[in-house]
């Protein structure tokens, strides 16, 4: 069973940073795709960032810019890096990983392919 848990959410001001880490039960190798969804008052789930088999990546228009998603895989752990956090970016971050055979996701990628969720971290960014 493969378990993904964030860590890293809490509460900034606005234009500050955060760094959420989803740490994964077992060793992902790069043919396994990850990615960073939110839930946040406006929108039922949207996808953040991700990142695919080859390392390429893809985000939001509207974290363009300001979030950097990247992994270690000695330590399988997932990140992403929040910067000049707006109060609009306020909602529950969940880290998600597809199985072995997906190569490339993008953030308008369906929820479907992802066959694994961590239970969500918390960020509050405050004007």
């Known amino acids: 069973q493969v378990q993904l848990v964030e860590s890293g959410g809490g509460s900034a001001q606005s234009g500050g940073s955060l760094r959420l880490s989803c740490k994964v039960s077992?060793?992902?190798?790069?043919?396994?795709?990850m990615g960073w969804f939110r839930r946040t008052p406006e929108k039922e789930r949207e996808g953040v960032a991700t990142i695919s088999w080859d390392d390429s990546t893809d985000y939001a228009d509207s974290v363009k810019g300001r979030f950097i998603i990247s992994r270690d895989h000695t330590k399988n752990t997932l990140y992403l890096d929040m910067n000049n956090l707006e109060p609009q970016d306020t909602g529950i971050y969940y880290c998600?990983?597809?199985?072995?055979?997906?190569?490339?996701?993008?953030?308008?990628?369906?929820?479907?392919?992802?066959?694994?969720w961590g239970k969500g971290a918390l960020v509050i960014v405050s004007s």
């Open positions: 077992r060793r992902f190798g790069s043919s396994n795709c």
């Open positions: 998600a990983a597809t199985d072995t055979g997906v190569k490339k996701v993008v953030v308008t990628s369906s929820p479907s392919l992802f066959a694994y």
